[in-house]
T-cell receptor, first 116, second 114 residues
Framework: AQKITQTQPGMFVQEKEAVTLDCTYD???????LFWYKQPSSGEMIFLIY??????QNATEGRYSLNFQKARKSANLVISASQLGDSAMYFC?????????????FGKGTTLSVSS | DGGITQSPKYLFRKEGQNVTLSCEQN?????MYWYRQDPGQGLRLIYY???????QKGDIAEGYSVSREKKESFPLTVTSAQKNPTAFYLC?????????????FGDGTRLSIL
């Protein structure tokens, strides 16, 4: 079974609009972390935002915010005021357990296209 | 500036040949990782190392080998046993013990079969 599910292969949005990218996860650990990364066409992975399983408030970083619903096991990324430069592939990832060096489990990604 | 350097950017492999992808970091991070990305897909873990001279297999380790003789370096060898090596390979590192520390990635190596 997939541990990270991103159900939207592609999303389209116009500049200045907000967009939500979905992510659901599956774990039996009580302690885990959720990360979102952006991958432009050039290939590098850019870290965007983090949410810990014990964090009581939703994470925010500039135009990025995370809609964390623990009971539903979802961690959706919200991008406000989309820009053309936001066009990229977006990955949700999870670190299970407390050990800091544990590798991340990635979803298959969502391609976001922003038009003017 | 601190970061992760992967080389080469593009690599071509002949049938039956082993090739080695380089990954060097000057972030003083203990943990390093290798991921494989196929077109339109997410990243899959090949190997990771949490400390020098120690490493663990990931989900798709068959046909690959690694070494971790120095903290800064984590080379990946794609052996002839890997029958479908064409992919984008990403190296990452992570430092500290805080759970919110992200993995930092290199710019990747694209490997193709000649």
């Amino acid at each position: 079974a997939q541990k990270i599910t991103q159900t939207q292969p592609g999303m389209f949005v116009q500049e200045k609009e907000a967009v939500t990218l979905d992510c659901t996860y599956d774990t039996s650990d009580q302690s885990y972390g959720l990360f979102w990364y952006k991958q432009p066409s050039s290939g590098e992975m850019i870290f965007l935002i983090y949410q810990g399983s014990y964090d009581e408030q939703n994470a925010t970083e500039g135009r990025y915010s995370l809609n964390f619903q623990k009971a539903r096991k979802s961690a959706n990324l919200v991008i406000s005021a989309s820009q053309l430069g936001d066009s990229a592939m977006y990955f949700c990832a999870m670190r299970e357990g407390r050990q800091a060096g544990t590798a991340l489990i990635f979803g298959k990604g969502t391609t976001l296209s922003v038009s003017s | 500036d601190g970061g992760i350097t992967q080389s080469p950017k593009y690599l071509f492999r002949k049938e039956g040949q082993n090739v080695t992808l380089s990954c060097e970091q000057n972030l003083n991070h203990d943990a390093m990782y290798w991921y494989r990305q196929d077109p339109g897909q997410g990243l899959r873990l090949i190997y990771y190392s949490q400390i020098v001279n120690d490493f663990q297999k990931g989900d798709i380790a068959e046909g690959y080998s690694v070494s971790r003789e120095k903290k800064e370096s984590f080379p990946l060898t794609v052996t002839s046993a890997q029958k479908n090596p064409t992919a984008f390979y990403l190296c990452a590192s992570r430092g500290g013990q805080a759970g919110n520390q992200p993995q930092h990635f290199g710019d990747g190596t694209r490997l193709s079969i000649l």
